[in-house]
């Protein structure tokens, strides 16, 4: 019998090849994005070392796995990386050919394709049926729906400006997109491309969190330093919680993730430097996981729920914590300024 996967390999590896290319790709890994090495690294959190490096163009930050755990995309911007304290006028020109979503095949690890994406993606999230694409790109202040499939935006939706955060509700009929400058975040009908309704956050809106069944939604807000509440189904503004700060910046809340039970909610807090835990019933601050890296943005959640996995940018490593313990057990060097983080596990 002939297996075409190790067709190029010796006979005597031939049947564990074949194995492993049926098997595909393992939803264990860990996959960040590097800002400024145009990679994303591929991350065994069992050994905590880096086991692959993928080419994947400019500017790589905002990752999803497909639903399927076949596919992991990627965010590309051709734009200048600036900064709070960066005069945009002294910026080169930006590289509108570099936009786009580059979609990796995890079997190969390889980059396969690039979609479109309008102008300066940033963050996204994927269908249910993997087959649709919501984006924001920050500097035209739009939302761009892409279809998969063609590779084309089929829509485009003016939101607030310096659109981040995007997140779809689970029925998939509203998707959620933060304005950080205009301190809200619309609600967006997918089957009439408009916005709805806006929903008000706090200074410098983020993240978007929604509980599986669409009970609550979470927005972070960066230089508010707290948590807005909502209800999803309503579009309503619930409450905020404040997060108390030890450090002189103040916590800056960017991305979150539930726990396995969705009894918790673990906020990244960037200059911060920690994670804050929200407990998600009571809506309220329960404690804070200190010391995890220089400024950690993007965080995922192993499938089993007890690894706690952010990405650190100033720190150029990616941390492994347990979140009960609070203890950090590893941080791995990538370099590169790692911006996102997800695991093979999908959905």
Not at 62 to 69: A, C, E, T
Not at 80 to 107: F, K, M, W, Y
Not at 294 to 313: I, M, V, Y
Request: charged share 25%.
């Amino acid at each position: 019998m002939r297996f075409r996967c190790s067709y190029f390999f010796p006979l005597v590896l031939s049947a564990l090849s074949a194995i492993g290319c049926r098997r595909g790709p393992d939803p264990k890994l860990v996959y960040a994005s590097t800002e400024a090495g145009g990679e994303v690294v591929v991350l065994d959190p069992e050994s905590a070392m880096v086991m692959a490096r993928i080419p994947v163009g400019k500017r790589p930050r905002g990752l999803k796995v497909s639903h399927d755990g076949k596919t992991l995309f990627v965010a590309l911007s051709g734009s200048p990386r600036g900064g709070p304290n960066v005069d945009e006028s002294t910026l080169p020109p930006g590289d509108r050919a570099a936009d786009g979503i580059g979609v990796v095949d995890l079997s190969q690890k390889k980059l396969v394709r690039t979609l479109e994406s309008g102008q300066d993606p940033e963050a996204f999230d994927v269908s249910r049926d993997d087959k649709t694409l919501y984006v924001s790109n920050e500097e035209t202040a739009e939302l761009s729906i892409v279809d998969i499939a063609s590779g084309k935006v089929m829509h485009r939706v003016a939101v607030g400006k310096e659109p981040e955060g995007v997140k779809l509700r689970p029925d998939g009929k509203f998707v959620y997109v933060t304005s950080e400058q205009e301190a809200n975040v619309a609600v967006v009908d997918t089957a009439l491309f408009s916005i709805i309704r806006l929903i008000p956050a706090g200074a410098r809106p983020r993240g978007v969190a929604i509980t599986k069944d669409g009970r609550v939604g979470f927005i972070t807000n960066e230089l508010g330093g707290t948590v807005t509440v909502f209800d999803p189904n309503k579009n309503q503004l619930l409450d905020t919680i404040q997060i108390p700060s030890k450090v002189p910046l103040g916590q800056r809340p960017m991305n979150a993730v539930f726990s396995a039970d969705e009894k918790r909610l673990y906020v990244s807090t960037g200059r911060g430097g920690s994670v804050a835990v929200i407990d998600v019933d009571k809506r309220s601050f329960d404690h804070l996981i200190e010391n995890v890296g220089a400024r950690p943005w993007g965080l995922t959640l192993s499938s089993d729920g007890k690894r706690l996995f952010t990405a650190n940018g100033s720190s150029d490593d990616v941390s492994i914590i347990d979140p009960v313990s609070g203890k950090v057990e590893s941080r791995v060097k990538v370099g590169g300024l790692p911006w996102g983080v997800v695991t093979g596990a999908g959905g």
